[in-house]
């Protein structure tokens, strides 16, 4: 593909940045539009997914018709083999009237399924049917159903691992990745950093009509140099933050990260991989539960050696051994097995520890689940799950 041709998608579809590889997945996108092959989306959380199914869509014979997106993550597992698929009047308790699936709406069109990793085991089956005989049945009933769809799915998800621990199918998985393209992270994109800054704060600028903001040297350097966990979105957000909220129009370091979220160690590409005991910590949750487990394993340890004390189970050395010695055996104080009463101290620790997080990430972002879920690392549906258990609604 042209470069013109290429550079024109990018203008039309808002995308900003000269990256080698980001040129490659828009050319990838406008190559196979034409097609009807199935195709995989993969990036990390924040780098602008959705944007190439449109790219595939408004490019391809199918342009005129139905285009729908289904967030795979944010539909109750109870309810998405329903929505994907329609179900009959009566087919459960629910089901008062006879309802058409995405996959019947869209019929000549494109469906873009996003968070395709988050899709559950029985869903999945229905999927795999679709693609390889283009039919499906309603919740309900017995009777197939003829389907003309093109399939674009997206994941931030290892796929190839998840199959491994048995949460994704195979051959799923290899009928979706006919044709493959990978959207790069922001800090593989170094030259497009600064540039997507520079738009960000002259669009909300133009918006608010307000004098844009502009980094001195020192907060350029630190842009450039912060890991960008959340990639574009995050940037876009942080920019719209700082636009709004300071005054003074040149944005200094120090200012800067007062708006960088969680800015530490790990999120900068030259300590990010920090190894001690060959473990590599990706993120401040890792850590955390690290240190969490760490310190569990030496309480239990120390734990267990003052219960056999007790119990007379362990000789001790001598003094000469530079060990304390007790005179004589230590008779049992308490016959409650210690092991109860550590699991619900630790349990509840962790517990603990998983709902401040959550409360954080919500607070950082006001109240939006969806970005709070994907500074977590975690899909929409597991975060409403922990805060209906946690009763944080």
């Not at 009959?88 to 996959?103: I, Q, V």
Request: charged share 30%.
């Amino acid at each position: 593909m042209a470069n013109n041709d290429i550079q024109q998608i990018k203008r039309r579809f808002g995308i900003i940045g000269n990256n080698t590889e980001l040129n490659r997945a828009v050319d990838v996108a406008l190559q196979v539009a034409p097609t009807d092959l199935s195709v995989l989306i993969t990036g990390e959380s924040g780098v602008g997914k959705e944007v190439f199914p449109q790219i595939v869509h408004q490019n391809s014979p199918r342009k005129h018709a139905q285009y729908i997106a289904v967030n795979c993550g944010a539909i109750p597992e109870g309810t998405i083999v329903s929505e994907l698929f329609g179900h009959e009047k009566g087919s459960f308790t629910d089901a008062k009237d006879l309802r058409k699936g995405y996959f019947e709406v869209a019929d000549g069109g494109t469906i873009f399924l996003d968070e395709v990793g988050e899709l559950p085991l029985q869903a999945q089956v229905h999927l795999l049917r679709v693609l390889e005989s283009r039919d499906f049945m309603k919740v309900g009933s017995s009777k197939g159903q003829k389907t003309n769809v093109r399939i674009v799915a997206a994941t931030n998800v290892n796929l190839t691992e998840a199959i491994s621990h048995h949460k994704f199918r195979e051959d799923l998985y290899y009928r979706l990745n006919t044709v493959p393209i990978r959207i790069p992270p922001l800090r593989e994109r170094p030259e497009d950093i600064a540039l997507l800054f520079r738009k960000f704060a002259s669009d909300i600028a133009d918006k608010y009509q307000m004098p844009a903001i502009h980094l001195d040297d020192e907060a350029r350097q630190l842009l450039l140099s912060y890991r960008w966990p959340g990639n574009v979105r995050e940037l876009k957000n942080v920019v719209e933050g700082i636009s709004i909220v300071e005054k003074d129009r040149e944005i200094t370091a120090d200012v800067l990260k007062m708006h960088l979220p969680n800015i530490s160690i790990e999120k900068f590409p030259v300590l990010a991989h920090y190894n001690d005991d060959k473990k590599v910590f990706n993120s401040e949750r890792e850590i955390l539960y690290q240190v969490l487990f760490d310190m569990k394993k030496d309480v239990n340890e120390l734990k267990k050696l003052v219960h056999d004390i007790m119990n007379g189970s362990v000789q001790m050395a001598s003094v000469d051994d530079n060990v304390y010695a007790p005179a004589a055996p230590v008779t049992p104080i308490r016959q409650t097995p210690i092991q109860d009463a550590e699991t619900v101290e630790e349990t509840l620790s962790l517990e603990d520890v998983e709902k401040e997080m959550i409360c954080k990430a919500l607070e950082r972002h006001n109240g939006r689940r969806k970005n709070a879920a994907s500074d977590l690392h975690i899909s929409e549906r597991t975060l409403y799950r922990k805060i209906k258990e946690y009763g944080l609604e």
